[in-house]
């Protein structure tokens, strides 16, 4: 069931995206600000940015990590992988990578490309996770099914160094991830 927003949430998320664009953070901030207590994800994802790089408000990383988990916990992709990267990196929240992969999957799986071909590349070099070619050219067909431009390439690399049961078990961990219900992980709070 998708939420319903008072019309003045939107219409201030407007205008704080309209003025984002034109370069006036400010305003920005204070109409993402608004939207944002209303519940409005979009706009909670934006507010989080501001804060994460100090436009039109003090930079605070404590702040940006509450919106995006906000944001994130209502299912918007870009605010889910932004999670996962500040679980990663420690930053606004204690470092933690189970949780910060967890992130980038589900936003991997909600469609977001630059989510999978992160983990593909993160699996395919054991980069915060034991290397796993098999588990990296599942995240490589999502990322290219979502048009990430270097999918293509970096699965038939991987692709090369599988077995054909390798392949087979990519395969079908692909396909399942196709047919099972997306699941937020629990993010905490600080």
Do not use: C
Not at 104 to 130: C, F, P, R
Not at 158 to 167: A, D
């Amino acid at each position: 069931m998708e939420a319903i927003y008072p019309p003045i949430a939107l219409a201030d998320y407007e205008d704080g995206l309209n003025a984002a664009l034109s370069g006036d953070f400010q305003t920005a901030f204070r109409e993402f600000s608004i939207a944002a207590e209303a519940g409005l994800d979009v706009a909670q994802y934006n507010l989080a940015i501001l804060y994460y790089k100090g436009q039109g408000v003090d930079q605070d990383l404590n702040l940006a990590f509450r919106w995006t988990n906000a944001a994130a916990n209502q299912g918007h992709p870009g605010a889910q992988a932004n999670l996962g990267s500040l679980f990663l990196d420690g930053l606004g929240v204690e470092k933690d990578v189970v949780l910060g992969v967890a992130w980038l999957e589900a936003s991997a799986k909600s469609g977001h490309a630059d989510s999978a071909i992160t983990l593909a590349k993160m699996y395919n070099d054991g980069d915060l996770v034991a290397q796993d070619y098999t588990l990296s050219h599942a995240w490589a067909s999502m990322a290219l099914q979502h048009q990430h431009p270097e999918a293509e390439s970096l699965r038939a690399l991987i692709e090369s160094r599988l077995t054909p049961s390798q392949l087979g078990a990519a395969r079908r961990t692909f396909a399942r991830w196709q047919i099972e219900p997306a699941e937020l992980p629990s993010s905490g709070n600080p």
